[in-house]
């Protein structure tokens, strides 16, 4: 039925959840058919007067209902029956957190697809997947993950890998092995907030060092090392969270140098390290003997998977880091793992990614349309900004006047180690939120900024 068009209201909610609605309600009234054809995305967004993105949204979302199905060449059609619809009480819509720093949801009905299909085919062995299995990944796992992980110029033997159930595991696992309470563990002045909070726990004391639009500035490592004797030091250094600098491959060569000439170890959270089509070649590959290497699926493929593939720069090291993965976690989820292997080794992975940074670039030129006369650090394939407020502006009040908008943000304070953090917040682009509700909510950032009225 390529003519069928849905009745909208104007109570608010999301467009694309009502597209989705009136596909159900209208196959439930017989409005829509078992077999009929729905229009091209395109065609039903001029319609509807929308965003091509919300109507791509709203059939993933009638997909992932099971209403709809596309193949490839022929277009999108109503299913045959309603039986397989996920019920209201099973569905996770309103679950995410927006202050986090993530990819955009797939919305692309093929790809939505291919992924559920990796997911059919893992529960087939579902009952084994609910079992106790190995604390570091399966063998068919760890070789999915060293293949994913040697695109990045890794080479991870598996005596020297471990699957760990996210970054931040890998993380408290390998400062348990390399420091202790006391500690001095340099990174950016302006880094992770987790690692500020692992620091916390394990009783480490953050050192600081200045960056500039290169990374951290050599001199002031050296400097750094001498003063303080460090454990260890940790670097984002590719889409550095908040700030969206990525390390060019020279200052990354000058690092690795004073790394192997102090022997100081290296945690490199690689967590974005996929995201860019020709990112830098990791530290890991420049100084292996010093690097711990952490290769996140988080930021690249989905956060619900929660795995991270972590490199010793050895095989007793290797063998160090399981034993503390096992005391931290026991395991990584099995069920998990077996979906990320099937999604590497047929292409899926591949697939989520160049999504991924197709829309993530799609955003960044919604947020440069819409703030361009503001002052802020991006990248292209960035799933945020990093904005410096204009004169007079507080952070804090920013905060509060931008409370109940569906646009992610964080303040300065919560990734500055060092030094006043300023005025400054990042603005996440990426998650569930549409094009048009991100155009409208940095349209209301922008006019909130330009508004003045900040000191009364």
């Known amino acids: ?40 995305q395109r065609k039903l967004a001029e319609r509807l007067g929308v965003d091509f993105t919300t109507v791509s949204r709203a059939y993933a979302e009638a997909h992932t209902r099971n209403l709809i199905e596309s193949h490839v060449g022929r277009g999108t059609f109503v299913r045959s029956g309603l039986r397989t619809t996920v019920p209201a009480d099973a569905r996770r819509d309103d679950d995410a957190d927006l202050s986090m720093n993530m990819p955009p949801d797939v919305t692309d009905p093929d790809l939505l697809g291919r992924m559920r299909e990796g997911l059919e085919v893992v529960s087939g062995s579902m009952v084994s997947l609910l079992r106790y299995q190995a604390t570091t990944g399966a063998e068919q796992d760890k070789a999915a993950a060293a293949l994913w992980l040697g695109r990045r110029g890794i080479t991870a033997v598996a005596e020297r890998l471990a699957i760990a159930p996210g970054a931040h595991a890998a993380m408290v696992a390998i400062l348990s092995i390399i420091a202790r309470p006391g500690d001095r563990l340099l990174c950016e002045r302006v880094t992770y907030p987790g690692l500020r909070a ?223 953090p300023g005025e400054r917040i990042r603005i996440c682009l990426g998650g569930a939120i549409s094009r048009d509700e991100l155009r409208a909510g940095l349209m209301f950032l922008g006019n909130t900024l330009s508004g003045g009225g900040w000191m009364g």
């Not at 989705?20 to 729905?38: F, N, T, V, W």
């Not at 620091?199 to 050599?218: N, S, T, Y």
């Not at 060569?253 to 170890?265: F, G």
Request: with cysteine; aromatic share 6%.
């Open 1 to 40: 039925m390529p003519t069928w068009t849905p009745l909208l209201a104007t109570d608010g909610r999301p467009r694309y959840l009502q597209i989705a609605d009136a596909i159900e309600a209208d196959l439930r009234s017989g409005g829509l058919k078992p077999g009929d054809r729905l229009p091209p």
């Open 198 to 420: 692992i620091a916390a726990q394990l009783g480490l004391v953050l050192v600081g060092i200045e960056m500039d639009e290169a990374g951290i500035i050599p001199e002031r490592l050296e400097a750094a090392i001498r003063a303080h004797g460090p454990a260890a030091l940790y670097l984002n250094p590719t889409l550095q969270n908040p700030t969206t600098l990525t390390m060019p491959e020279a200052r990354r060569r000058e690092v690795a140098d004073i790394l192997i000439a102090h022997n100081l170890p290296l945690i490199e959270d690689d967590a974005y390290g996929f995201v860019p089509q020709l990112p830098p070649v990791p530290l890991a590959a420049l100084a292996p003997a010093q690097v711990w290497h952490i290769g996140g699926l988080s930021k690249c493929i989905g956060a619900g998977l929660r795995l991270a593939f972590a490199v010793a720069p050895d095989p007793r090291a290797g063998f160090a880091l399981a034993r503390a993965l096992r005391t931290i976690s026991g395991m990584p989820s099995p069920l998990c793992m077996a979906l990320a292997t099937r999604w590497i080794q047929n292409g899926t992975a591949d697939r989520i990614l160049d999504f991924v940074r197709q829309e993530s670039a799609a955003r960044q030129q919604i947020a440069a349309s819409v703030l361009g006369g503001f002052d802020f650090v991006v990248d292209p394939h960035a799933y945020n900004i990093w904005l410096k407020l204009p004169e007079g502006a507080s952070r804090a009040e920013l905060m509060g006047r931008m409370a109940g908008r569906p646009i992610g943000m964080m303040p300065a304070d919560a990734f500055t180690v060092c030094g006043e």
